[in-house]
């Protein structure tokens, strides 16, 4: 395994090292979603067109297919009574600990709401909340109730009134019983054992048993978040969350066992878009390189974590940080680790492109998974460089406010009407100047 490890070590100045760099760079962005014209996009592109025409009957199909598990539209819905049994044999101190989290998320989404506001003048702008939107949550490799919560939460702060929850039967044919747990706590009560591109059509275009949302949100692997490209314009998604994915910037002084353990939680998820570690230092790379081996032996996913190790993941070492923090900025990535002591914050400052930014030795990656409070739903395969974290205010949608007296319009009546006959819009022009005809 060491031989194998050795191959993700490579350093500045050595063959081809940039290109290294660019490649691995396209390879990640890459894991987020199809191309949408590749056979896998035209795929996607089916099931959801017979989704939109089959409704039902096409998710029980593809749910067969997929997941193995044969259901009826009856029976995609978890009954109220499931849902309360799970809540009800669900271990009293986890529960507890879902109970500190939501808690903690709740708090931080309603401080940076922007739906507070609202003042109006004569111009101005009036929020209000989506109706009903629909959360994904991946059921592939484990069971993620922290989504539940990273999701469900943030629509509810900004007073979304209908959250519908979708994910794959893969627990013994239906959904994990601290994910359903989770959906009672929070009052979730329409939650179906549906995942995939055929769960994503179904919220987006509606079926028998399933009504149309206004928006889906929440991560997916590369066919969940290829359908949620496909269906945006139909319905507002959130962003393209795919495979997790960490990049760590650190020096010499950093430990080498945290930045081994930080690398190997992400790269245990399945799949995964990879663990990088940017560093100035070539004893810290090695030295990480050699607690990668020793802590990967301990890991109950062993095997899978080791594949995306050899798959998708780097030790770079740089000449300077200053490269480090270009390149960082260069991938975008969804978890971005700065371990420079005293430097991290200024370090901070200069990084522009980055789902969230976990500073110091003490803040790994799942603070911010479960507890610290911004959602952990985040733009992963470059598009932090455009998209952000997903919080309270994905969920509401803005009006304009425009209010004139006859003064006011008035006074700019000649600019409006002069703008509308140069675009030749006589009607425009006519509608302004008819409420003066008489002064």
């Not at 329409?190 to 275009?205: C, H, K, N, P």
């Not at 028998?208 to 978040?225: F, K, L, Y």
Request: hydrophobic content about 40%.
């Amino acid at each position: 395994m060491k031989n194998d490890l050795q191959k993700i070590l490579i350093t500045a100045g050595s063959s081809n090292f940039a290109g290294k760099l660019y490649v691995l760079r396209k390879n990640v962005a890459g894991l987020a979603a199809f191309a949408q014209s590749g056979s896998e996009g035209k795929k996607i592109a089916q099931i959801i067109r017979d989704v939109e025409k089959q409704g039902d009957k096409a998710v029980s199909r593809y749910t067969q297919t997929f997941d193995k598990v044969k259901l009826t539209g009856s029976q995609f819905k978890i009954s109220s009574a499931q849902l309360k049994a799970a809540h009800k044999n669900t271990d009293k101190k986890l529960l507890a600990s879902i109970r500190m989290a939501i808690a903690n998320v709740r708090k931080y989404q309603r401080n940076i709401f922007i739906g507070k506001n609202k003042s109006f003048g004569d111009t101005g702008i009036k929020y209000t909340p989506l109706n009903r939107v629909g959360i994904c949550i991946p059921g592939a490799s484990a069971p993620l109730p922290s989504t539940v919560i990273m999701t469900a939460v943030p629509a509810q702060v900004a007073g979304v009134k209908e959250i519908v929850v979708i994910s794959p039967p893969r627990f013994n044919g239906s959904i994990h019983p601290v994910i359903l747990a989770t959906c009672f706590e929070l009052g979730i009560t329409d939650v179906f054992r549906i995942g995939g591109v055929q769960a994503v059509a179904a919220l987006a275009y509606g079926t028998e048993t399933i009504m149309p949302v206004d928006m889906i949100a929440g991560p997916g692997n590369q066919w969940v978040s290829t359908a949620k490209k496909m269906v945006f314009g139909k319905v507002k998604i959130d962003s393209i969350a795919g495979p997790s994915e960490v990049l760590i910037i650190a020096d010499k002084n950093s430990d080498p066992a945290y930045l081994a353990a930080d690398m190997l939680s992400q790269a245990e998820h399945a799949p995964a878009g990879g663990s990088l570690l940017f560093t100035d230092s070539k004893t810290l790379a090695e030295n990480v390189l050699e607690q990668l081996n020793k802590q990967i032996q301990l890991l109950s996913r062993k095997k899978q974590t080791l594949d995306v190790l050899k798959k998708s993941s780097l030790i770079a070492v740089f000449k300077s940080l200053s490269p480090c923090i270009e390149w960082a900025n260069k991938f975008a990535t969804e978890h971005l680790e700065i371990q420079c002591g005293k430097r991290s914050g200024q370090i901070a400052q200069k990084i522009v492109n980055a789902g969230a930014i976990f500073l110091g030795e003490y803040s790994p990656v799942a603070v911010g998974d479960y507890f610290a409070g911004p959602s952990h739903t985040l733009p992963t395969g470059g598009c932090a460089k455009f998209s952000s974290a997903l919080t309270s205010n994905d969920f509401i949608k803005s009006i304009s406010v425009i209010e004139y007296d006859k003064n006011m319009l008035k006074k700019s009546a000649d600019d409006i009407i002069r703008l509308a006959r140069a675009e030749g819009l006589d009607a425009h022009a006519k509608s302004v100047k008819i409420r003066f005809k008489e002064d």
